[in-house]
């Protein structure tokens, strides 16, 4: 009977052990993350899109706007490269995470942005802010990869042109 009660004393406690190591919360995963984040912000501000991509799944999903639905890796890395190469650049973004809810090996992250790019043939940079959701995937080896990402404006492009056409009125004056 000892030897019974030693073994299921044992069970439980390996089961406890065990759901501890592998039991992460919210604050966890909301400090992985904002080191993801960072990964990204820094690869993003250097044009460094390779060590950009280690950061989604193969299968990952990007749903950016204004443009069509990029499916699997390698179009998102055609997306990134073609966008580097017309001439756009990043020179400050700012995530903010607003809300991290833990499904499982799925995490949703739901924030806001604030961005400051150069856009091709201009010099002068442009600010955007917005919101974002990401989903992430939890690896065999405990690290997140972007499964499934998209994100939007605050800003109504349709008045932005009207507050340029207004200012380059103004200007001509």
Request: with cysteine.
């Amino acid at each position: 009977m000892k030897t019974k009660s030693l073994f299921l004393t044992m069970l439980i406690l390996v089961f406890f052990c065990a759901a501890g190591a592998y039991a992460q919360t919210e604050n966890d995963y909301k400090a992985q993350i904002e080191k993801r984040n960072k990964q990204m912000t820094e690869y993003m501000l250097k044009g460094d899109i390779e060590n950009n991509m280690s950061l989604y799944t193969n299968d990952a999903i990007s749903m950016p706007s204004y443009e069509p639905m990029h499916q699997g890796i390698a179009e998102i890395r055609k997306a990134n490269k073609d966008m580097v190469a017309s001439g756009f650049k990043f020179n400050s973004f700012e995530p903010t995470i607003v809300k991290v809810i833990p499904m499982g090996d799925l995490i949703t992250e739901i924030g806001t942005y604030k961005v400051t790019m150069t856009m091709p043939e201009s010099n002068e940079p442009m600010k955007d802010q917005g919101k974002y959701l990401t989903i992430w995937e939890k690896q065999k080896d405990g690290a997140l990869k972007i499964k499934v990402e998209t994100w939007n404006s605050d800003m109504d492009p349709m008045n932005m042109l009207k507050s340029s056409s207004k200012q380059a009125d103004l200007d001509k004056r």
